[in-house]
């Protein structure tokens, strides 16, 4: 079974350590919740493994392939899709083209509208809204075209970067939900990076805690969710 | 009212080559947030070389296409010895080695060909034409330089409207980072943005050296001219680059012929200065990002 590995991973901003010898594997089918204050180095680990910033040392293993090695265009067409934070859909493209640009790589131009179509399915106030521009979408929907353009490449990995930072509590609990259909029926490899922390133990197998650059703690989710001195120490509720 | 035609139509004219700067100028800086100060020297050199085409005893068309493919190689060229190395520093060094080479590739025409004056033909006749009993001062060329850059316009759209390469292109202009995520590859694109910007500026200058004549520094004006027209359209927008160069080549002709040719640059300078204080941001730019 395919498993995403990472190994010792370390990285540095010049001085600064981001992430010193971080190990931990996320498995398919699985959300597995990558938890941390802010600052703790979430967002940089996301980005070494998609190859936009590059490790000091350690490894990235998936399909037996080191994904550490290769470029980032190269990563993702191996099936790592990477959102963001922060809803990076492209503002001056509609959206449909923003759906389009994410099919490029894997389908032809004959394949694409079927597979598009999927998305306006698993997402449907995206298809009321498929020939506006992305700066006119509410923050729900741009998150959801986000997560779409990622998923309409259809990935085998998929690293979500704060996707529900800014949104209501109603609009997280939809797309979390979302999110845990799909990893089950597409046999998704989920790595969930989230300051929210209730809202990602919910959906997530196993839970990885990060604090200042290391891991902390490698747990089973449920067991991080029942643990209330741990969730008190590090992730604050 | 005839001489107020006249210059309308001059103005039109004129407004469509620097259309075409503007084109090539707002290609690059929406890609990289350069302006291209070479630009206008890059087609100029381009020139010389479809001259020597010419005088080959080649005809005009095949001294027209020559320079346009020249032009896309030395734009692609351009964009992997000079720009790729710059990448990912701040876009001012860029802009600085544009600025350089524009020095340098002017002294190295001058080398080679001397500042002397030379005549390139146009295509079509340049004169006037009678309609009825009224002189019309529109002549087949004219008619010729309108088509031609209405032609590159129409292809950029399609380019950038209607196939996946241009999809692929705006992304990396809009969003270089996003881009990469989606599997685009982005340097292969920004040296293709070149080239492409550069054979507009060649197209410019074929259209324009017919009337000014060929020399080192014949396309000085002319660039200038283009990064008003740019300015005004809005620096990352390609119908800006074309309404832009319409109302420049517009406000030229109406201040050169009502209140004397030695106004023109003047003109120009009025019109960016009017339309950075009404707005600054540009006609066309594209609206700035809404956060919600």
Same mark, same amino acid.
């Given at each position: 079974m395919p498993v995403l590995e990472i190994e010792d991973l370390s990285v540095s901003y010049g001085a600064v350590h981001?992430?010193?010898d971080v190990s931990f594997s996320a498995a398919e089918g699985e959300v597995t919740a990558v938890l941390g204050a802010n600052g703790a180095g979430k967002t940089t680990l996301l980005r070494a493994i998609t190859g936009l910033v590059r490790p000091r040392k350690g490894t990235v293993r998936y399909d037996g392939e080191q994904l550490e090695k290769m470029s980032v265009e190269k990563i993702v067409r191996h099936g790592v899709a990477h959102v963001p934070e922060g809803r990076s859909v492209i503002e001056e493209m509609t959206v449909d083209e923003n759906l389009r640009l994410g099919s490029l790589f894997r389908f032809s131009r004959r394949q694409r509208g079927p597979v598009i179509e999927e998305i306006y399915a698993l997402f449907p106030p995206l298809a009321e809204r498929r020939r506006q521009h992305a700066n006119t979408l509410s923050g729900g929907e741009r998150q959801m075209l986000a997560i779409g353009r990622a998923l309409v490449s259809r990935p085998k990995v998929l690293l979500l970067d704060e996707p529900s930072l800014g949104l209501a509590p109603i609009v997280t609990a939809r797309l979390m939900a979302v999110l845990r259909d799909l990893t089950q029926a597409s046999n998704l490899i989920v790595v969930l990076v989230e300051q929210n922390a209730r809202s990602s133990l919910s959906i997530a197998q196993k839970a990885v805690v990060i604090n200042l650059g290391r891991v902390v703690v490698c747990e089973d989710a449920a067991k991080v969710a029942g643990d209330s001195e741990l969730r008190h120490h590090y992730l604050g509720y | 009212m005839q001489f107020f035609l006249n210059i309308t139509l001059g103005g039109i004219a004129t407004g469509m080559i620097v259309a075409a700067v503007a084109l090539g100028l707002v290609l690059i800086f929406r890609a $990289? @947030?350069?302006? @291209?100060?070479?630009q206008g020297a890059m087609a100029m050199m381009t020139t010389y070389i479809a001259y020597a085409v010419l005088h080959q005893g080649s005809g005009y068309w095949l001294a027209f296409v020559a320079a346009l493919a020249t032009g896309l190689l030395f734009g692609a060229l351009t964009q992997v010895v000079l720009i790729r190395p710059l990448q990912?520093? =701040?876009p001012l060094n860029a802009i600085i080695v544009t600025f350089g080479f524009l020095i340098f590739l002017e002294g190295v025409a001058g080398a080679i060909w001397g500042s002397q004056t030379r005549t390139y033909p146009a295509p079509f006749s340049e004169a006037g034409q009678k309609i009825g009993n009224t002189q019309i001062a529109f002549s087949p060329f004219d008619v010729f330089v309108v088509l031609a850059v209405l032609a590159l316009m129409i292809l950029m759209l399609v380019l950038f409207r209607g196939t996946d390469l241009g999809l692929r292109m705006r992304a990396v202009a809009f969003a270089p980072e996003t881009a990469r995520l989606l599997g685009v590859r982005v340097r292969p694109l920004l040296t293709l943005g070149w080239a492409l910007s550069a054979a507009a500026g060649v197209l410019a200058a074929l259209l324009v050296v017919p009337t000014? =004549?060929? $020399?080192? @520094?014949?396309?000085d004006v002319i660039l200038i001219y283009g990064f008003t027209a740019a300015v005004v359209g809005g620096l990352d927008s390609p119908v800006g680059a074309l309404v832009g160069g319409l109302a420049t080549g517009l406000s030229l002709a109406y201040v050169g012929g009502y209140l004397g040719g030695s106004l023109e640059p003047m003109a120009a300078l009025a019109l960016v200065i009017v339309s950075l204080m009404i707005r600054p941001e540009g006609l066309f730019a594209r609206p700035a990002p809404r956060r919600v």
């Open positions: 981001a992430l010193t | $990289t @947030n350069i302006v @291209n100060f070479a990912g520093k =701040s000014s =004549s060929l $020399t080192p @520094n014949f396309m």
